[in-house]
């Protein structure tokens, strides 16, 4: 079972290094990082192993990765939510 969580910490952040690699075009960016995160579920099914714990497993790996490289990384989520330019070193502005 512990592959499954060494996998969705792998998946996270190769998706999210990704779109902070890539960012721009975003639409076809986005797809592409969108593709990547779920690429992992998506051999798990074709392999019979997609089920509520090995998906749970996976996105308990993936998602806490994933969104602390979006948040310090990227940067892109912060703005999204509403978080103050002061905590986002003024990325935003031009």
Known sequence: MLIFLIAGIVGGATSAFYLAYNYYPL??????????????????????????????????????????IHFTIIGDLGQLIGVSHILLNFVSLP
Request: charged content about 5%; glycine content about 12%.
């Open 27 to 68: 639409l076809l960016n986005g797809a592409i990082h969108g593709g990547i995160f779920v690429s992992p579920l998506v051999a798990m099914y074709f392999i019979k192993k997609l089920n509520v714990r090995t998906s749970g497993l996976y996105l308990a790996g993936a998602l806490p990765v994933h969104l602390a």
